[in-house]
């Protein structure tokens, strides 16, 4: 690897080899589009997004102005909503890769930084967060009902409830990502921000230590992390049973074990061999299934864009 | 179109859009590896391009450098050449995009501005461009018995031979694009460089009269380009009349009269008619025939980006 490779780059390669990896059931992928969401919006959405990840990687702008920046600029470019999610977690992956409180470069990106990021996030920031959502359609599930004034669809309308309570971005994600509702799928996102980013982290080594080419081993992750938890945007956009019966799905297609019978595995249950041996011939099946179901687990492709981008500073090459 | 759209994120794009297209009977594209080049490194090099993009956006850096750095980031991410020639077209088109001799921003790229590029070029610039060589193998015809001498493979070993003779980049070309063995296939880059990219504006116009996603339209181009004129590189790894008959074969999948029984047409000869009306369909099958063959149309894959960045300068958009 080259030691100067610019974090911007390896942010905009993520995004794309996310999108080529093939097959993420369910996704647009190399060999898919949706009816309504195409491979070539994913590629406009990659470089319109370019001058808001310019910006996470300076400290000229703050990690909401430059998460709103990317948006925008994705929306611009693909038209619709193609890589809202994958955004907000790429802007402080990208923030943490620069910041020079750590001195050796190796230790700029881990989940201690990342975390540190997130933890230095303003009200400012929430306030960007949810200017973001009038650039573009998200698909969100309704917020709780004592959080009907924090639904992220108020857009800029949202703050002054904001700036009143005080609450940063890390706040705001905070309660997505611990619902008070245990029928309700935690935020994936959310809980990377408040968790320090703990599935990108294991997801990344997956792909670091598999063999082939990044868009295969992106697929095996993709697998994986839908085999440990149930997909937010599934769950949001079918009901909370779909998405655990997805992932449950999704764990059958993993090597070793019978876990498709026990329903979605804890994470930190899935192992890197399992993730490694996934069957990528099976999962053709699952992506037309999950096609015709109209099923989209889009968070789990998120987590897999940071995974890249996390697997691409450390090392991960494109195959030749 | 976002008027204040980055000439730089364009090129990328275009870059993007080329690889995706599918089919480009021969190619990669977003449905086919070929055995010793996959699709995930043509992403990694138009990432890999990015600073060398840059350079070509502005005057800090002459032609030649800007075009090398594009190819040492190109090699360095993808491990192997993916887009020599598309570079060496794009990077004067971006010049001239951001050429400000012209008052108006329409008028700067057009056939004359870029011309006016190329003529700028000078020795150091083909010096820089032999360099460029250094950096990936590049598929080249022997050069004529009696410019051995200027052997593009030389490297930087022939900067003594450029600067006694004072050649320039377009010079250099100028050699590639009207070579006097009657049987040899002239170079198409080198024929853009030296005429002022006919066919890159002429395709650019087919795919922007054309509708539906940019990747097809891409491939309905390169099918247009393709039957047009025999390709550089398969008359190179194989010989000219092998690069005839597969431009015959294009033709035949062109809408319209029977162009496929008398052999490549002019570029001039084909309507955009003809091109929109490609059938996609039957492309399929010659891309298959074409892999088994090992028949590589890959100097009217450069062409066919060189076009996309065109068009998307002048407004066309990906779908969403």
């Known amino acids: 690897m080259s030691a100067a490779r610019d974090p911007v780059d390896d942010a905009t390669l993520a995004l794309l080899l996310e999108v080529a990896g093939t097959p993420k059931p369910g996704n647009v992928d190399r060999r898919r589009d949706l009816d309504d969401l195409r491979f070539e919006s994913f590629l406009g959405g990659a ?84 200017r973001a959502f009038e650039h573009v359609d998200v698909a969100v599930a309704d917020p709780p009902a004592d959080a009907a004034d924090l639904d992220v669809r108020r857009g800029s309308d949202a703050a002054s409830v904001l700036r009143d309570r005080g609450l940063t971005l890390r706040d705001v994600l905070a309660i997505s990502a611990d619902p008070d509702d245990p029928d309700r799928v935690p935020d994936r996102n959310a809980q990377e921000w408040v968790e320090g980013f703990p599935r990108t982290f294991r997801a990344a080594e997956w792909i670091r230590a598999d063999t082939g080419p990044l868009t295969d081993r992106a697929a095996r992750a993709f697998l994986g992390l839908l085999a440990a938890e149930p997909d937010t945007l599934v769950a949001a956009s079918h009901d909370p049973e779909t998405a655990r019966r997805a992932s449950a799905r999704a764990a059958a297609l993993l090597g070793g074990g019978d876990p498709g019978s026990a329903g979605p595995a804890d994470t930190d249950e899935i192992h890197a061999d399992s993730v490694h041996r996934a069957d990528l011939d099976a999962a053709e099946s699952l992506a037309t299934a999950f096609v015709d179901e109209g099923i989209n687990p889009g968070t789990t492709a998120d987590l897999t864009s940071a995974a890249l981008y996390v697997a691409l500073r450390r090392g991960a090459e494109v195959a030749p």
Do not use: H, I, W
Request: glycine fraction near 10%; proline fraction near 4%; charged fraction near 25%.
């Open 47 to 130: 470089v319109g997004a370019r001058e808001g990840l310019e910006l996470a990687a300076t400290d000229e702008a703050s990690v909401g102005d430059a998460f709103e920046r990317g948006v925008a600029g994705m929306a611009d470019r693909a038209g619709t909503n193609t890589q809202f999610g994958c955004l907000l977690l790429l802007v402080p992956l990208l923030r943490a890769t620069v910041d020079d409180t750590d001195s050796s470069p190796a230790g700029r990106l881990t989940p201690t930084t990342v975390d540190r990021v997130t933890r230095d996030a303003t009200v400012d920031d929430a306030v960007a967060f949810y």
